[in-house]
């Protein structure tokens, strides 16, 4: 080391080693001062002549010292102190000081504050220190056991850790006021709001007992032994290891240099130099060397028993550890609940280790070594293994806790506290002695609960009357109950308090509390409670039947008399056949916790079995079955009662087949029976997905969103379409639109639109496949594929609104909604149909939310008119079925208020056939009379040119073109093209609606104005127009319908307007154009189109004329 370092190194030590020295001077000066004090010598804080009362600088005052006592404000408080008048602030003046405490962390700021608590005690004395001493001491109080045992673990885990925290600044700053002689005993604490006076005689009780505990004991070693005495799990261990750091000097005299050496960690432990190094330097401890070593005595008693758990939780590390490992090798994997606890109880155990291992520095006491009992584990585990791997190997389904179902449940039953750990000896040994006098007295006493015979309990007709008897003399004689009065005000108590325990931890401190209650007559009244539970409250049979097990190592006879009297009251269930199943399940379920806990011997148990098989009735029936499905699958677990249940199992199934049972008889035997013993189950194959199909299914399932399908899209697009297998699975996860998200369904009909100018076969192969399971859907109608059925309708919608299917289709599969499985296609009332039964509305369902979807679009044209035509059709399916139920007369409503806001709906089935036969005549009639097939319109939009030429022909091309340029732009963006069409819709329809009504009333307004203005004008000379000759007009046509035509040209009829004069002229346009073939397709629709629908018509007028000809 640099000889510089070491200089610079060693002037530091020099200055916190004078720097030490002059605090302990002022620590014996505060010492001697406050000591004074006490002894009654006044003026020895020295105060200004003339003391300022003013309210303000008072409050002041108590606000500085709220907010904290530190070396900052330590100055102004000092002032405050010797010019204030601050007699009338006592109490708000000692909340302050606590509060302020609290504050002072650093180690200027306590010595700041025990300063300003000094002045205030050298000012007030018996005024302001006993109320002092009060807080802190309440302050460094420990929590109720009960209250403790009421929270659950992660709530006192935050609760102890919240209370050290406080406690641990309040510990330190309490030991410093001792120090100093602010502190004295807890004799002097009073509670505030008492008035003192010199024999304070008005300390509450509380406090007044406690100082008879600790008579004329310091107050370090009252508080430190309460902490000590109250701490079995070592929670306080931080605020021992907090005081023993803080004050090694102070009170255990070890130096600062030692100090050092132990926190640097260069002791040499477990060595003879040990107990060298460790020396004592009387000169530098303020603390009496008898209180000193009465303190030392404490830590070292704790330190031993700490040792002590220390190894045990050691020793289970190790275990739990072999445990998890074994576990780890034999199943390939780790269960995650054990993994956590073994990390829980490392972390806790490392906390242990070196918090003792700074106890053992400074007390100069030895470590436990650890290395030495890995050992004695380890071999311990291994000959506990060697002798369970032959069942395990047999049974590798069942694991290691398989008697139960969890872990918690095994340390319920198994994990029974021993009360000598807890409770002194002399509470735990009335029960023998006073068994051993009733033995020598009582020669009629019934004999042990485990001594019983089974002959006992036989039953016939002739002791039925005497089983009533024995029950009835199990009532308990009031000599029994008598006690004094002080106790049984605390039985009666604790016996109130029972059926709210409802933790284990709550039900353990129930039994510890009841051995400071210990006797004849509180045993007695515990048992006839115990006996008698409330009858609403089966749950806490486990509760009772662990209090009663726990109870049971010191006190038998509670047990013994609780099972008797079971048994005794399930004998007399049995002998007279009682119905009351609530009393029947009861007794059972009770029976059945005791079971569980071992309490009731097997044979008893078997016993008990052997009764409801013999009387195999319906009452015994259902008591055997609950005793089964409580009980039965511990005692098939168990080792010892395996066989005899396996053969009474045997028995119980031989019996019900024999028997003539009924049908709720046999299903309660069966289901008792297999959750006894479960049937083997087949293992459940996870399939096996690719990678490829994994990130696909991401891409589709769970990624998909309005902000990412476009790169969705791309990366799609970048798959290997050219192998089959891909494509394959492709299909398969767009066709399984069920999977996906409901609302996302309309960005997966964007996607196969983008997809399907690329690959146009996949697209139509998957359109076929959505309307193939529709149909497969609508053939089986089962119910489980309900919201498959909705999401490829609603699926079919939105490829129809992005433009990958066109209007027939969604029609097509309109009807086939309504008419499918029906005789001769058309739904009758009178007619049953079993795949669409008239109580099933589930079509409808499909039939609106395909409408919702789509319907919006059909409201202008041909398809206006299709759709009305359909609902016509669809007011009479809907009147085939039975009324509607409330929730699918909503979605109907709200379907047909979306798609036809002012359709009234029919009231009747009559007027649902009236209005579609208005309906067909009115939009039929047109196609029949037209002359011209080429003049109807199937647009959504009026072509109109200027008043000279009007151009008479179909605006399928318009539409054709308009496909045209729009699939150039969806070329380069066509997703978005595809979203702007669909908002544009209902932006029309919004807007037509405000339209029409101003139209229509702008143009009676301007025709009424016409008729005004022509009525007086001069009438001129009727000229009509030049007919068409009709025979021209087939001509055209038939050139229309010729494909092959000379120069491969179409003549079409232009009808112009010259004057007032129309006139015609022929133009050839050439047949591969887009106008002639859209015409000649058109041409062809609507002649198919027109056949089916007058047969529809005709069909309707024959059932028509058939049924009047019935009639």
């Known amino acids: 080391m640099n000889p510089n370092t070491q200089e610079e190194t060693q002037d530091l030590i020099n200055i916190n080693v004078h720097f030490n020295e002059e605090k302990q001077k002022k620590k014996m000066e505060l010492r001697l001062k406050n000591l004074e004090t006490w002894n009654g010598t006044q003026g020895i804080f020295k105060t200004a002549s003339n003391l300022d009362a003013s309210l303000k600088k008072n409050t002041a005052f108590i606000k500085r010292l709220r907010a904290g006592i530190t070396g900052d404000v330590h100055d102004q408080l000092m002032r405050d102190l010797k010019t204030l008048s601050l007699e009338k602030y006592i109490s708000e003046i000692v909340g302050a000081v606590i509060e302020g405490l609290q504050k002072s962390k650093t180690s200027t700021d306590i010595f700041a504050a025990i300063e300003v608590v000094s002045a205030l005690h050298q000012r007030f004395s018996t005024l302001f220190t006993p109320f002092l001493t009060f807080q802190i001491a309440r302050g460094l109080t420990q929590p109720l056991k009960s209250y403790m045992a009421s929270l659950t673990p992660e709530q006192r885990e935050k609760e102890d850790s919240q209370r050290l925290l406080k406690q641990r600044i309040l510990l330190r700053v309490s030991v410093e006021l001792w120090l100093v002689g602010v502190l004295r005993t807890l004799n002097d604490a009073i509670p505030l709001g008492v008035v003192t006076n010199t024999n304070s005689q008005l300390k509450s009780s509380k406090y007044q007992k406690r100082s008879e505990n600790h008579t004329n004991e310091p107050f370090v070693y009252s508080i430190i032994k309460d902490i000590i005495q109250q701490d079995r799990d070592y929670v306080n261990l931080p605020l021992i290891v907090t005081f023993v750091r803080n004050f090694a000097t102070d009170i255990f005299c070890i130096s600062q240099k030692r100090l050092r050496k132990i926190f640097d960690g260069n002791t040499s432990e477990n060595s003879v130099e ?13 603390c009496p060397f008898d209180i000193r070593e009465n303190i030392k005595l404490l830590l070292q008693k704790y330190f031993d028993n700490l040792k002590e758990y220390i190894v045990k939780e050691h020793r289970n590390l190790k275990i739990q550890e072999k445990s998890v490992s074994d576990a780890s090798v034999s199943r390939g994997e780790i269960n995650e609940d054990r993994q956590n606890n073994l990390d829980r109880l490392e972390k806790h155990l490392e906390k242990l280790i070196n918090n003792a291992k700074i106890l053992a520095d400074i007390l100069g006491l030895l470590m436990p070594d650890l290395k030495d009992q890995d050992e004695d584990t380890l071999n311990n585990m291994d000959s506990c293994i060697r002798i369970s791997n032959s069942f395990l190997q047999e049974r590798e389904e069942i694991t290691i806790n ?45 004999p042990p ?19 009533e008897n024995e029950i009835n003399e199990n009532d308990f004689s009031q000599e029994d109950l008598n006690m004094s009065k002080g106790v049984g005000i605390q039985i009666d108590a604790y016996i109130t308090r029972l059926p709210e325990l409802n933790n284990r931890d709550m039900i353990d401190q129930a039994a510890i509390d009841f051995c400071f209650l210990n006797s004849k007559a509180s045993r007695n009244r515990l048992i006839k409670v115990l006996c008698e539970p409330p009858r609403n409250r089966q749950d806490i049979f486990p509760y009772y039947s662990r209090l009663i097990v726990t109870l049971s190592k010191y006190m038998p006879t509670i047990r013994d008399s609780v099972v008797e ?50 009387k195999f009735s319906k009452q015994t029936i259902e008591t055997l079955c609950i005793l089964l499905e409580e009980c039965g699958r511990f005692l098939f677990r168990h080792p010892e009662t395996n066989p005899r249940m396996v053969a009474l199992l045997e028995t119980i199934m031989r019996k019900k087949n024999a028997q003539n049972l009924g049908q709720q008889e046999r299903l309660m035997i069966e289901n008792a029976f297999y959750y006894v013993n479960p049937p083997e189950q087949p293992v459940i194959h996870h399939k096996i997905q690719s990678v490829e199909e994994l990130y696909i299914r991401k891409l589709i399932y769970y990624d998909l969103n309005k902000k990412n399908y476009p790169r969705i899209l791309k990366q799609l697009r ?33 996607l196969i639109k983008g997809l399907s100018f690329y690959h146009h076969e996949f697209t139509i192969k998957l359109v076929d496949s959505i309307l193939e399971l529709i149909r497969v859907g609508l053939e089986e109608n089962n119910y489980k594929y309900n919201q498959r059925q909705i999401a490829l309708i609603r699926y079919l919608g939105e490829l129809y609104n992005y433009k990958i299917i066109d209007t027939p289709v969604i029609f097509d599969t309109l009807y086939t909604l309504v008419i499918f499985g029906h005789a001769e296609g058309r739904p009758h009332p009178d007619k049953y149909t079993p795949i669409d039964p008239p109580d099933d509305f589930f079509r409808i369902h499909l039939v609106c939310t ?25 007011q009479y399916y809907i009147y085939t ?41 009115k939009y039929i009639k047109p196609y029949d009379i037209q002359t011209n097939s080429h003049n109807i319109e199937d647009s959504t939009d009026t072509e109109s040119f200027n008043d000279d030429d009007v151009l008479i022909i179909d605006e399928h091309e318009t539409e ?93 009829t232009l009808l112009v307007k010259r004057g007032n004069r129309p006139m015609t002229y022929m133009v050839d346009i050439p047949s591969d154009s887009a106008l002639a073939i859209s015409t000649r397709t058109k041409k062809e629709a609507e002649k198919q189109e027109q056949q089916h629908i007058k047969s529809l018509v005709l069909k309707y007028e024959q059932m028509d004329d058939d049924e009047k000809r019935s009639v």
């Open 565 to 614: 009297y079971l048994i005794k009251q399930f004998k007399k269930i049995i002998a007279l056949g009682t119905k009351d199943l609530e009393l029947r399940t009861r007794n059972s379920r009770y029976l059945s916790e005791l079971i569980k806990f071992n309490a009731v011997p097997h044979h008893l148990v078997f016993h008990c079995f052997k009764l409801t098989i013999d």
């Open 881 to 921: 079925k039975h009324p509607l139920t409330m929730d699918v007369e909503f979605v109907l409503q709200d379907t047909m208020h979306l798609i036809r806001s002012n359709l009234k709906l029919a009231s009747s089935l009559e007027e649902a056939a009236k209005g579609m036969d208005e309906i067909i005549t």
């Open 850 to 874: 395909l409408l919702d979807t789509c319907g919006l679009c059909f409201d202008r044209g041909s398809s206006r008119k299709k759709l009305d035509i359909f609902l016509a059709f669809f």
């Open 718 to 750: 970048k798959l290997h379409w050219e192998n089959p297998e891909m494509e394959n699975l492709l299909f398969k996860l767009f066709l399984k639109v069920w999977d996906v998200r409901f609302n996302n369904i309309h960005l997966l009909a964007i």
């Open 402 to 446: 398989s008697l139960w179902e969890d872990d918690d449940q095994k340390k319920f039953y198994e994990d029974i506290i021993d009360l000598k750990d807890t409770v002194p000896s002399s509470f735990l040994t009335n029960d023998k002695k006073q068994n051993k006098e009733s033995e020598m007295s009582n020669e009629n006493k019934p």
């Open 274 to 286: 040990f107990s060298q190094q460790y020396t004592i330097d009387e000169n530098i401890s303020i």
């Open 960 to 1052: 054709i073109q308009e496909k045209d340029d729009m699939g150039d732009n969806v070329k380069n963006d066509s997703i978005h093209i595809n979203e702007d069409d669909e908002i544009i819709v209902f932006r029309r329809e919004q807007r037509n609606k405000k339209e029409e009504e101003e139209f229509d009333h702008e143009f009676s307004k301007i025709i009424a104005e016409s008729l005004e203005t022509r009525k007086f004008d001069r009438k001129g000379i009727f000229d009509p127009p030049l007919p068409i000759k009709r025979q021209s007009i087939q001509l055209n046509c038939n050139k229309i319908e010729s494909s092959d035509v000379l120069n491969n040209n179409i003549s079409f």
């Open 449 to 467: 609960i485990d001594k019983l015979d089974e002959m006992d309990l036989d039953i016939t007709d002739d002791n039925i009357e005497a089983i």
